[in-house]
């Protein structure tokens, strides 16, 4: 049986018993009697968004132990919907109560209960910051650093305050044992975050890196290349990646994700990184000599040289090329045998990455190389405009049914050649697509 889908079925499981344990909490006996059919649906409607949201921790944090089952794109696109889930439900929750019975409409009455209607209102208004700053976050011009920051805190402070609400309620939850449950579920996944953004941070600082190389590179790009101090380094798979800090602390506001573009094995690591934004804009004045951090390695985008004897198929987009520089560079440093097809579009001759060491890597390894250029120059005799379905027909094997397909680069290229692969055979469970825009 292939592993990936025993891995991602045990994960479903997981998240799915995770998300239901304040239910299942409140539904064992002893159980008071029944209500009214639209009262207890509203119950269970805000216990098992309590439940999801406590899930959300759990998948958010880069925990090791919930991670590998599935990617981190796709761990990402999975906790925004389940995000979008856990509001819609908790939404419902006081809606249905209302409907059920005109009588809950008492908690929001201050004079009926000052505490009460406070949470209720905090409840509320973090619930609802929590998602029109995750869904909005560039129209409030709120930089990703930030928005990283007032999330965590929304977050514990929508569980703590969920928590709150069931407790008093008291409905389901009178019980000590049901109660003392509940509390413990919630300052799990509270201890969760604070592991993730506290906690792990500060863990890095016994094992430092530092800058040793800064090379400029086409497209507004640059190398870092980083030394290990005094411990042993990174041992990853090529394709993943890491959460870089670069300052004399590791617990800063600023950590991002950049694939390793170096070959699995050697004991420096680096990175190639385009200017997008504050702290990538940043990049090409960092000094050698500059302390760094980092966190990982992480992800499934991972190719091993041998894998899959019959080939792989590798499709990137501008610097989404970085975990197949790792991949192929490793495939070069062990001798790598199997065929292997690169499809690189980019907008421009002088935007092609690592141009002169692809010529190099594809006379070392059984490589077909393809660049595909936005717009050619005068002389340009190669692939031109998008890489779409007939181009991909034009140079790839007419069946892939027992290769690897890797995509990196923008969303749009992920979308376009990620049903091509599967039209020409390739397994759904071999396909790996990598989106660096996540949030
Ligand atoms: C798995 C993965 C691997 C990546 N590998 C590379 C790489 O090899 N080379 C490279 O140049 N870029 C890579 N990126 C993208 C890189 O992380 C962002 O460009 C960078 O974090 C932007 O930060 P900024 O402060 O300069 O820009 P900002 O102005 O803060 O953000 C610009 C955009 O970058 C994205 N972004 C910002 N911070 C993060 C973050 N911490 N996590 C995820 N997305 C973020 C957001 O979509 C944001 O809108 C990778 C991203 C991911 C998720």
């Not at 929001?108 to 009460?116: E, K, Y």
């Not at 907008?347 to 006379?363: I, K, M, S």
């Not at 034009?394 to 995509?407: E, N, Q, T, V, Y």
């Amino acid at each position: 049986m292939n592993l990936g889908w025993l891995r991602a079925l045990l994960w479903w499981l997981a998240w799915l018993a995770l998300a239901a344990l304040p239910l299942a909490i409140a539904l064992a006996p002893p159980r008071p009697m029944a209500a009214g059919a639209i009262e207890e649906l509203g119950r269970m409607l805000g216990l098992v968004g309590l439940g999801v949201l406590v899930a959300q921790a759990a998948i958010s944090g880069r925990q090791r132990w919930f991670a590998p089952g599935l990617g981190q794109d796709d761990l990402l696109q999975f906790h925004r919907v389940a995000g979008i889930a856990a509001v819609v439900l908790l939404l419902c929750h006081p809606l249905l109560m209302f409907a059920g019975d005109r009588a809950f409409l008492a908690w929001l009455d201050p004079r009926a209960g000052l505490l009460r209607a406070l949470t209720l209102a905090g409840l509320a208004l973090a619930l609802l910051a929590l998602v029109a700053s995750s869904l909005w976050r560039l129209a409030l011009r709120l930089s990703y650093e930030h928005w990283r920051l007032l999330h965590g805190l929304l977050a514990v402070a929508v569980v703590a305050g969920g928590l709150g609400h069931a407790l008093m309620a008291g409905h389901y939850t009178g019980a000590g044992w049901k109660r003392a449950s509940l509390a413990v579920l919630a300052l799990a996944s509270i201890a969760l975050v604070l592991e993730t953004r506290l906690l792990r941070p500060w863990r890095l600082r016994r094992r430092p890196w530092r800058v040793v190389a800064v090379r400029p590179e086409r497209a507004g790009c640059t190398s870092l290349e980083l030394a290990p101090e005094g411990h042993d380094g990174l041992r990853f798979a090529p394709g993943q990646h890491a959460w870089l800090t670069l300052g004399e602390r590791p617990l800063r506001l600023q950590q991002h994700p950049f694939s390793i573009a170096s070959p699995a094995g050697q004991r420096n690591i680096a990175f190639t990184i385009k200017a997008q934004g504050d702290f990538t804009d940043a990049i090409a004045d960092v000094e050698p000599g500059t302390p760094a951090w980092l966190e990982g390695p992480y992800g499934v985008f991972t190719w091993r040289p041998g894998s899959c004897p019959a080939g792989a198929v590798f499709i990137a987009g501008g610097v989404g090329i970085t975990p197949i520089m790792s991949m192929l560079r490793s495939a070069r440093a062990r001798g790598g045998h199997e065929p292997l097809w690169l499809v690189y579009g980019n907008p421009a001759w002088d935007e092609v990455l690592f141009r002169e060491e692809l010529d190099g890597l594809a006379a070392a390894l059984p490589l077909t190389l393809v660049h595909v250029l936005e717009e050619g120059h005068a002389g340009w005799q190669g692939e031109t405009g998008h890489i779409d379905a007939a181009l991909l027909r034009r140079h790839l094997p007419a069946d892939l049914s027992r290769m690897a397909g890797f995509i990196c680069g923008p969303p749009a290229l992920a979308d376009a050649a990620g049903p091509v692969l599967l039209g020409l055979g390739l397994p759904a469970r071999n396909l790996y697509a990598e989106r660096f825009d996540l949030i």
